[in-house]
């Protein structure tokens, strides 16, 4: 028996549609971060960029669960003193939802460098309608 490693550019990717619409933000995203990171394959090395893309449409129709509707708060600070801003995820919903599924899915991926290639084969959009047709995505229903 022999031990195979995949090497960077060996893998073959993949394009995938995820439907978010009445999906659960942290379980879809987890689901999400397998896909991105190449989990699901039988070839998984863990320091090689092996995951497909994924396109995630229909992202201002999650749901959360329990009260974090009104409770969740996304922090950012500007880097000058003082300037912490604190913005709802009520707020942040409705006005940008593709960063609200960006960061649940880029909290459960590695921060560095191969964290940073992975999160750029996300592709998230408000709407049904997504550019990518001509990629033939499969379908993935969870």
């Known amino acids: 028996m022999k031990t195979l490693f995949m090497k960077k550019g060996e893998a073959e990717r993949k ?7 009445n999906q659960i933000l942290g ?23 092996a995951g497909d893309f994924v396109i995630v449409v229909n992202a201002g129709k999650i749901k959360l669960t329990g009260n974090k509707l ?12 003082g300037n912490l801003k604190a913005e709802g995820v009520k707020k942040r919903l409705e006005t940008r939802p593709e960063n609200v599924i960006r960061d649940a899915v880029w909290g459960m991926l590695p921060k560095n460098r191969l964290g940073r290639s992975l999160i750029k084969k996300l592709k998230v959009y ?3 309608d997504h550019p ?11």
């Open 27 to 49: 379980r879809m995203a987890s689901k999400i971060a397998v896909y991105l990171r190449g989990k699901h394959k039988p070839v998984f090395t863990p320091n090689v960029d």
């Open 15 to 21: 394009w995938y549609v995820v439907n978010a619409n």
């Open 70 to 81: 009104e409770q969740k708060i996304y922090y950012h600070h500007t880097g000058y003193i």
């Open 126 to 128: 408000r709407n049904a």
């Open 132 to 142: 990518h047709a001509a990629q033939k995505p499969e379908t993935i229903t969870f």
